[in-house]
């Protein structure tokens, strides 16, 4: 049985799924769900689960939250920072288009982490580098609690769920501990600690040709984000993650020289 069964039972699975919304419970998706092989409806990448989220199926593959137009798009030689990778649905889609590349996923979880690994190694992805840490803005060990939803939150944000201390880079000290000098994409979900990283590690903007990420605007100034964006060089969009949603997505990139 796939992992998502062990972990939760067959039938706890699919009730999970079935309190979706109906807009995303498409046969693929369900079909990954249940474990097989989900295939993308845009590029004809072929992704093989056995832990998936179906909703972020929906939000990154599908609906295409972080590349939302062609200045977005992975390229085939591309260096990828998926921040915040959760069981790694944007890390497989990228590293399958990045293939002569490198995407390097950052996961806190550690059951997140241990899905991350399943679905990396089922596929037989090798253009991957795995993280077990926390995203910061400082270097050092810092401590976050795992929700009962299966998300994390870092200290600060909140003291509900388990606490798990684990160790903390800055994104300038993951690029440095891989050695890489630039990065073409960086998709970012880390639930709020956003504004903390850009306060303390502004540096690593420089060698960053495109961003987008999930923003929470209940953890601070969405305006300050796109200011410094801006003063960094980029061109930014922003747009509502989802009708009515709290949430914000923000896209940044270098101009092209014609614009």
């Known amino acids: 049985m796939q992992l998502t069964n062990r972990y939760f039972g067959r039938r706890a699975a699919l009730r999970y799924l079935m309190r979706l919304p109906k807009a995303i419970q498409s046969d693929a998706i369900i079909q990954a769900f249940l474990g097989g092989t989900y295939r993308s409806d845009f590029d004809g990448l072929e992704i093989k689960w056995i832990a998936p989220n179906p909703q972020f199926m929906e939000e990154i593959i599908e609906m295409r939250c972080y590349t939302p137009n062609q200045f977005f798009e992975i390229g085939r030689n591309d260096i990828v920072l998926d921040l915040g990778a959760n069981v790694g649905t944007f890390t497989l889609w990228a590293a399958l288009k990045a293939v002569d590349g490198l995407v390097v996923a950052v996961e806190p979880n550690p059951s997140l982490f241990e899905m991350l690994k399943q679905n990396v190694a089922v596929n037989g992805i090798n253009n991957v580098i795995l993280l077990n840490a926390l995203v910061s803005d400082k270097d050092g060990q810092s401590k976050f609690y795992m929700l009962d939803s299966g998300g994390s939150v870092r200290e600060g944000y909140s003291t509900k769920g ?12 993951i690029m440095d501990k891989y050695g890489i000098q630039s990065v073409d994409f960086v998709k970012m979900d880390v639930e709020g600690a956003e504004f903390d990283i850009f306060q303390g590690d502004m540096a690593f903007l420089q060698h960053v040709s495109r961003l987008a990420m999930e923003v929470h605007p209940a953890c601070g100034s969405v305006e300050d984000v796109l200011r410094l964006l801006n003063a960094s060089g980029f ?20 101009p092209l020289s014609a614009e």
Do not use: G, N
């Open 162 to 173: 388990k606490e798990v201390e684990l160790t903390s880079y800055r994104i300038s000290s």
């Open 235 to 254: 061109t930014v969009d922003q747009r509502p993650a989802f009708p009515d949603s709290h949430l914000i997505y923000v896209y940044a990139r270098r």
